[in-house]
């Protein structure tokens, strides 16, 4: 297990899912529901960094611009 932050691990379409899925849950705060919030905001941080550490812990990468790294 690399834990490179410095190497993005999260693709574009990713990127894009988490930012939607992450606004929206983050709207959900307003709903009364402060642990789709927080779920929303880790998702915004992982697309905006373009990086998932749980993608690093199982040696994955969504980007097709970098290859994962082998054991």
Known sequence: MNFDYTKPNVGNTDRLIRAIVGVLLILAIFR??????????????????????????FDFSSNKDVTPVSK
């Open 32 to 57: 009364g529901s402060w642990i789709g919030g927080l779920l929303g905001t880790v998702l915004l941080v992982t697309a905006y960094f373009r990086f998932c550490p749980v993608y690093t812990f």
